[in-house]
């Protein structure tokens, strides 16, 4: 088969991150007859730094003609004091926008070979946790209206969370599939006891959860989620959230596989075309040192093979390489421990090539 793929490789440690997965990938297309075609696009900082622009026109245009997106990371302290309307994230979230990127998988899983890695005891991981943050990707705080005026003399800033019953019902069922398809356990996150927005979402599920008598669903409020993810992560099979609480709690979830570069993600709409970046930012302090952790990018690019494209075999074969240098005792710095064998970004992306 024959793809078109965006590379927004972006700024600090993106570039590195990215070459490597693509490096997986071209291994992918030489086993299995594929060809994959790479249009780079510049986005973040490193685009404002060349076109005074986080994204260009053009640059968006080709993200919306090609079969998927693959980004690294975007941002920096060199960018921290530009204007708000051209800061280096507003392109992503641009980005997610006009793809109508809605639905964001996390999903949160730990290898068994880094047990020791999670920051959490062995009796609180268990056999390995295996959890999916399904984050609303384009409504609530993110993109409602907000503003900064002088009121009786002092600042005053606010920021809308709006939703609607359509996004929330939308999201609501990408969330009820995906439960159907795994371990059949949904549980629902907001903060119903306070706001507005969370009241109409529970609503929304409750309403939902009637059509799918198989999925055992259940409404927790947010802060308590943050407390169980701790406490007790196994308990949890699918969670699903609006925008800003999936931020938050996906960056939580993280530590429990041990690092967040660990963590892929794939933000999908309602057709083929979707986008796939690691949870983790731009890590300036450690950029264009190649000790950057791949894996994320890489598992990225896997579940771009199994959502945008249908190549589950493929995708199978990326996971399962991942999990053979892991085996063999491979780390990269922020998952190294005494014993094992460490190495760099570029040869964690060349042993889990080798291996496919
Ligand atoms: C994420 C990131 C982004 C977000 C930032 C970079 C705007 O933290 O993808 O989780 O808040 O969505
Ligand atoms: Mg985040």
Redesign the pocket.
Same mark, same amino acid.
């Given at each position: 088969m024959n793809k078109n793929i965006a590379v927004l490789a972006g700024d600090g440690i993106g570039p590195e991150i990215v070459a490597e997965a693509i490096k997986v990938l071209e291994k992918i297309t030489d086993k299995f007859g594929h060809s994959f075609n790479y249009t780079e696009v510049d986005i973040g900082g490193c685009s404002i730094d060349k076109h005074g622009v986080p994204i260009t026109k053009e640059g968006m245009e080709i993200c919306k003609a090609s079969d998927s997106v693959l980004l690294g990371a975007? =941002?920096g302290p060199k960018w921290d004091n530009v204007d708000p309307s051209i800061r280096p994230?507003k392109a !992503? !979230?641009a980005v997610r926008k006009e793809l109508n990127l809605f639905a964001n998988l996390r999903p949160t899983k730990l290898f068994p070979q880094l047990k020791n890695a999670s920051p959490l005891k062995q009796e609180i991981v268990g056999n390995g946790i295996d959890l999916l943050i399904v984050r609303e990707l384009t409504g609530g705080v993110y993109f409602g209206s907000r503003e900064t005026k002088e009121v009786d003399g002092q600042l005053v800033a606010t920021d809308l969370m709006p939703y609607s019953e359509g996004e929330i019902e939308r999201i609501g069922r990408v969330a009820f599939e995906t439960a159907m398809k795994r371990g059949k356990k949904l549980a629902s996150v907001d903060k119903a006891n306070v706001l507005d927005t969370s009241r109409l979402w529970r609503k929304t599920m409750h309403r939902l959860s009637e059509e799918y008598p198989q999925v055992e669903y259940s409404d927790i409020l947010v802060d308590n989620t943050a407390m169980q993810l701790i406490k007790n992560p196994t308990q949890f099979d699918v969670l699903v959230t609006e925008n800003m609480f999936g931020?938050i709690l996906?960056d939580e979830a993280s530590m429990l596989t041990g690092s967040i570069g660990m963590m892929p993600s794939a933000s999908l709409s309602s057709g083929t075309l979707g986008m796939y970046e690691p949870?983790h =930012?731009s890590a300036p302090d450690i950029a264009g040192m190649d000790i950057a952790n791949p894996l994320g990018t890489i598992l990225s690019a896997a579940m771009m093979l199994r959502y945008s494209f249908d190549m589950a075999k493929e995708a199978d074969a990326i996971e399962e390489a991942v999990n053979k240098v892991l085996d063999e005792g491979y780390r990269t710095g922020d998952i190294f421990e005494q014993g094992f064998k460490k190495v760099t970004c570029s040869e964690m992306g060349s042993l889990v090539a080798d291996r496919i």
């Open positions: 975007v =941002g994230e !992503l !979230l931020d996906s949870i =930012g």
